[in-house]
Nanobody, 125 residues
Framework: QVHLVESGGGSAQPGGSLRLSCAAS????????VVWFRQAPGKEREGVAC???????TDYADSVKGRFTISRDIAKNTAYLQMNSLKPEDAVYYC???????????????????WGRGTQVAVSS
């Protein structure tokens, strides 16, 4: 059974940094797209970053471009989201992937078979 487990969330101050991880089991993230989403209370889920396979091409939402970096560690079968220059927010971050997708085209609008349970991120002063 495929499992995605996010970690690294927590509290931070505006301008600070957090690094989220998405570890996979029973599924090779290196051969499929990995997407990070976030959802704040009362708001729609937003796709924030995507990394394609196999070339690792990335794409970002305008709201995080220049501040967030998505990456993957092949050996650890783990994807990451480095978040810098954080802005105030309260959201749950999820990673997602799907055996049908390798590229990031329309990543925020697609449905994914596999999701993690999320990790909470709270940025406030």
């Amino acid at each position: 059974q495929v499992h995605l487990v996010e970690s690294g969330g927590g509290s931070a101050q505006p301008g600070g940094s957090l690094r989220l991880s998405c570890a996979a089991s029973e599924f090779d993230l290196n051969y499929h797209v990995v997407v990070w989403f976030r959802q704040a209370p009362g708001k729609e889920r937003e796709g924030v970053a995507c990394i394609s396979s196999p070339d690792g091409t990335t794409d970002y939402a305008d709201s995080v471009k220049g501040r967030f970096t998505i990456s993957r560690d092949i050996a650890k079968n783990t994807a990451y989201l480095q978040m810098n220059s954080l802005k105030p927010e309260d959201a749950v971050y999820y990673c997602a992937t799907d055996p049908a997708f390798r590229l990031c085209a329309a990543y925020s609008r697609r449905s994914y078979d596999y999701w993690g349970r999320g990790t909470q991120v709270a940025v406030s002063s």
